[in-house]
């Protein structure tokens, strides 16, 4: 398997217009994650879906923020309109399932989509 | 309302050296914790998970315990090698569910 796949990875754009962050998890895992990093914030965890239905979305920061997962193999993480603040690498990770199975758990990330918003 | 801290912020050594990072999190209600590595300007990769029911998992030079009754993790990483140099972050989920709060990290200088 490639891992998961973000594109883009680099995106640069003015303030105002629409983002779309891309992301293809790894084929059979059931979890997937969106999250934010910044220099002064860190890591932060933004929405996670299971089996394609969001899960919790607590970490969305304003309602200029949606995801959608529309089938196991895609989603897309959306920002309208952007502004200067939203400026950080955003990251998709996957995982499978529960329990104590081997492997079961364990995030595997994109290599990141940097987003600079002048 | 998880929350994870790690000490040091940075920490720098020199090569051959063995060293323990530390990470404390705040509600234990976790079936697992991990340990990831970040290169600048790169992804986070895996190093480890420590399931609630193991108090220690080893890869090669690392090994990370999980002390759930205290709240803390520790990675310890032996004979360090100046390509250890990178952030480490560890991570622990809220209320055994799946959405892993990530440290701050420590940022690692292994010198030759």
């Known amino acids: 398997d490639a891992g998961v796949i973000q594109s883009p990875r680099h995106e640069v754009t003015e303030m105002g217009q629409e983002v779309t962050l891309r992301c293809k998890p790894i084929s059979g895992h059931d979890y997937l994650f969106w999250y934010r990093q910044t220099m002064m914030r860190g890591l932060e965890l933004l929405i996670y879906?299971?089996?394609?239905?969001?899960?919790?979305d607590s970490g969305m920061p304003e309602d200029r923020f949606s995801a959608k997962m529309p089938n196991a193999s895609f989603s897309t993480l959306k920002i309208q309109p952007s502004e200067p603040r939203d400026s950080a690498v955003y990251f998709c990770?996957?995982?499978f399932g529960q329990g104590a199975a081997s492997g079961a758990n364990v995030l595997t990330f994109g290599a990141g989509s940097r987003l600079t918003v002048l | 309302k998880q929350e994870v801290t790690q000490i040091p912020a940075a920490l720098s050594v020199p090569e051959g050296e063995n060293l323990v990072l530390n990470c404390s999190f705040t509600d234990s209600a976790i079936y697992n914790l991990q340990w990831f590595r970040q290169d600048p300007g790169k992804g986070l990769t895996s190093l480890l998970l420590?399931?609630?029911?193991?108090r220690e998992q080893t890869s090669g030079r690392l090994n990370a315990s999980l002390d759930k009754s205290s709240g803390r993790s520790t990675l310890y990483i032996a004979a360090s090698q100046p390509g250890d140099s990178a952030t480490y972050l560890c991570a622990a989920p809220h209320n055994y569910g799946q959405n892993f709060v990530f440290g701050p990290g420590t940022r690692l200088s292994v010198l030759p």
């Open positions: 879906f299971n089996n394609n239905v969001p899960i919790d």
């Open positions: 990770a996957s995982s």
């Open positions: 420590i399931q609630s029911s193991q």
